[in-house]
Each structure stands twice: as C-alpha cells, then as structure tokens.
C-alpha cells in the first residue's frame, strides 16, 4: 500500500503491452466500466488513468435501487453503502413518501471496490497521471509515453463551463454533513424539502441521514444561472436544522455540484469523435443533472460487447435514449422558461401527485415510457404558465447551441 494515499502501489507502465481497454479518466464511468468488464469479461485486459491521487473525487452518488437493471446487479449491487426502503417529498405544502429503496455510494467506498481489481496483472490502475491525447486505439500521456489499446474510452468527465453557449437551466448544491450530539428525527431521505425561503429559482433542502447522528444536508436550487455561494448555502442549512431545534453540530465534510440541465444540445454519446462515456459523452440525465443510472447502462454496453463492436453498439444505446433525452429537454424548458421561477415548485409537485412508484422509478432511471412522459404534461397547466411558449416548445427542435458541463472539482472542506 502506499502510505500517503492508501492506495495500492502502481506497477510501472513503461512496459505495458497492447490492452483491450484504456479507461481515461477515474470517476464514476471509468470505475464501473472496470467493475463491469471485470465481471463479464474477466481475462480482458485494461488500464485506467486518472490525473489525481485518487480515484473518483469526493462525491456522494444517490440513486434508486431501481436504476440498477437486473443484467448489472451482480457486480453493481455492492455500490450500495447506505440503503434506506423509502424517501420523503414536501413540496408546495404537500407530503408524500415514495416507497422506491433510495441508495447512495460515497467516493471512498467507490474506490475501495475499484482498486483492488488491479491486483491481477492484466489489468492496472495509474493515478497521478494525465492523458493528454486521445485517438480511437492510442492514448498518449503527458510525459509523452503512449499506450495501445483495441478500444480507449474518453471518460474524463465534464468539460470546462462555456457558459455562454449554454442553452438551459442547472442544478446547482452545497451540501454539508453534519455530526450532531443527538440523534435526527428522520431515518428516511427527504430529497426535497422546500419549507425555506425561496430565492434563485425553486430552492429545496435536501437531506440523507447516513447514521443517526451523521446527515448530510444540502442546499439545493433549480436556477437559470451557475453561480452559488458557500456561505449563503450554509446559512440556509443552518437555519434549517436549527428551526428543528439542533444548534449543536460540526461540519465533517461537504460536497458542491453545477449540473446542467438543458433545453437543447447534443444527446447521449452522438457527434462525437470518439468513444466516450459518462459526462463526456453526454450520458445523463437532462432533467435531473444525474448520470448514475446512465453510467451503469453505458457500462455494462461496454462490459458486453466485444471492443471491436463499441462504436456500433454504444450508437444503438443512443438511439433507445434520444426520444427520452428530447423529452427531458422538454421538460427544462418548461421548467427554466415557460412557467416563473415562483411558481416552479409546482411541476414538482405534480409529477409527485400523478405519477405511481413504478413511473418514478422509470423516470429516475430514464427508462420511462411514453405514456408516463404524457401523464407528466397533461393536465392542468401550472400558474404562471406561458400558453404561447408552451405550444410552441412542443413543436421546437432541440438546438444545436453545445452543452455545458461546468467543473465539478471538489471542495476541501476548511480547516
Ligand atoms: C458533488 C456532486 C454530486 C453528485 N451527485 C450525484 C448523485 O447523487 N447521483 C447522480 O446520479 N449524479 C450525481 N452527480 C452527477 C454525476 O453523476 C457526477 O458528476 C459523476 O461523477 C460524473 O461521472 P463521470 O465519470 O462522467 O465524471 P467524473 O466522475 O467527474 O470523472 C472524471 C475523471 O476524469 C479525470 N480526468 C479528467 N481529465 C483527465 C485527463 N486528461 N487525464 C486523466 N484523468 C482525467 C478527472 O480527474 C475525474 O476524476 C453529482 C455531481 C457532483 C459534482
């Protein structure tokens, strides 16, 4: 092991012959990708290459029990760190529990699954190393070293904010978890509570209660511009725990994200110049700004198709998500620029009204059918609604205008 970073010692790569996979970049994507092809295909060979110390940043990834598809659960169900049976939603005066099993997986528990995969000599992890060219069979590192590969996936992850191009809206977070000397009232997620002031857009208070006495607590917000402030989030999470009487806490870690959600651009994986997963790709969820659902059908694509096939085989994944991907765009567009941003809470409200556990659970794994995607806009229109807009969203193509996937770097929590 290595001491300073608890991570296995690197073997090293001058002497690597051809492999069947390059991996580039060392998040969430790349991470099940060699979860994936370890399972399936168990004598391939890979490296992947992350530019950090360690592997996959500091997040905490949440998802439904159901976005794991039965053919990834063997090797994606030990993903699972914290499990709960049930979620809570308060919008707009309403209460509603979702009885749908709510998991979440840190990025330390990530990687102690990822990194002992390469114990075995055919595959290898490099960390501290940046690739700095991609072509379809090659990678070439900063140092000026290439490696050869039947299939390289370009999994770096978001590419730097162009704001200006930007077509849509985004989920943007603070959040903060927080030890407190007593235990919290909740066992269950509330991932939204929107009992706080609304400014920004509509504005909710996110919370997952990881011990009883270990919650994180997130500012979160659905707003038309990328900016957000530590300290005004911290205000907001501080004033709501305290109006549930806790004062006394301390701040063991904290996490930060700008997800774009938008109204045009390109869908999952086309267009692209070469192979490429997670947020490089395009694969994620428009309407919500996650990706782990998509990330682990992307994976397991990859883990059971031969390297050969990849480019055929992940254009297909991309024609089974494309009417979903223009829907979700739809979706934004309602919500960023057909109602106001007061009465936003609104569509939240009634997708938790007219939709059934099995729709939630289709939509959250952007597996929803076309019935659910018209039980989610028919009906009656929220106030504040823009007719005239509305009509004629239904009928606009997606622009062409890129999308931005702004930096998700991760915060150092202070002192
Ligand atoms: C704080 C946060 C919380 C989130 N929570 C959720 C959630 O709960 N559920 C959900 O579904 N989604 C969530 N998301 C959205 C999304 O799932 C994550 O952003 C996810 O990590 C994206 O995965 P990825 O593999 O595409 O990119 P990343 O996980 O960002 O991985 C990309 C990796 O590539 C490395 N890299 C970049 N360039 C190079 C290079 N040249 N050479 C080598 N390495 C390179 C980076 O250092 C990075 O480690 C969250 C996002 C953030 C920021």
Redesign the pocket.
């Known amino acids: 092991m290595n001491p300073k970073n608890g991570l296995l010692e690197q073997r090293p790569y001058d002497e690597v012959p051809r492999v069947d996979y390059v991996l580039?970049?060392?998040?969430?994507?790349?991470g099940l990708m060699a979860l994936a092809i370890s399972h399936h295909q168990p004598q391939a060979s890979w490296i992947l290459?992350?530019?950090?110390e360690k592997l996959a940043?500091n997040?905490?990834?949440?998802?439904h029990a159901t976005d794991i598809p039965e053919s990834c659960s063997a090797w994606a169900e030990p993903l699972a760190e914290y499990r709960w049976p049930r979620y809570e939603i308060r919008v707009g005066g309403r209460v509603r529990t979702v009885e749908i099993p709510y998991r979440t997986c840190s990025s330390e528990h990530f990687a102690k699954l990822v990194m002992p995969l390469a114990q075995q000599a055919h595959r290898r992890i490099l960390t501290n190393?940046?690739?700095d060219e991609i072509a379809p069979t090659r990678v070439t590192l900063s140092d000026g070293r290439r490696i050869d590969a039947t299939a390289v996936i370009d999994?770096?992850?978001?590419v730097p904010p162009n704001v200006r191009n930007f077509a849509g809206g985004f989920q943007k977070f603070w959040g903060f978890e927080l030890e407190f000397n007593a235990d919290w009232p909740h066992a269950n997620p509330i991932i939204m509570d929107d009992q706080i002031d609304q400014q920004d857009g509509f504005r909710f208070i996110y919370t997952l209660p990881m011990e009883r006495r270990r919650v994180l607590v997130e500012d979160t917000r659905f707003s038309n511009t990328p900016s957000i402030d530590r300290e005004e989030c911290l205000e907001r999470v501080r004033a709501y725990v305290n109006s549930r009487g806790y004062h006394d806490y301390r701040i063991v870690r904290e996490?930060?994200?700008v997800?774009p959600m938008p109204t045009g651009g390109s869908f999952p994986g086309s267009g692209l110049p070469r192979l490429a997963g997670?947020?490089?790709g395009g694969w994620?969820h428009a309407a919500t700004?996650?990706?782990?659902?998509m990330?682990l059908q992307v994976a397991d694509c990859v883990a059971t198709n031969p390297a050969e096939r990849l480019p055929q085989a992940l254009q297909e994944l991309s024609h089974e998500h494309a009417w979903r991907a223009r829907f979700a765009r739809f979706l934004n567009r309602l919500l960023f620029e057909l109602v106001k941003p007061k009465t936003r809470y609104q569509i939240f409200r009634r997708f938790y009204r007219v939709l059934d556990e099995p729709a939630i659970a289709r939509f959250y794994g952007h597996r929803f059918t076309p019935l659910d995607a018209f039980r989610m806009v028919v009906g009656i229109p929220p106030m504040g609604l823009r007719p005239f807009q509305f009509l004629r969203s239904y009928t606009r193509l997606p622009s062409a205008r890129a999308v931005i996937q702004p930096s998700?770097q991760p915060h150092k929590v202070p002192g």
Do not use: D, K
């Open positions: 580039v970049g060392g998040g969430l994507q790349s290459i992350e530019q950090q940043g997040h905490t990834w949440s998802f190393t940046t690739v999994n770096r992850g978001p996490e930060q994200g997800l997670g947020y490089r994620f700004g996650y990706s782990f659902s990330a998700t």
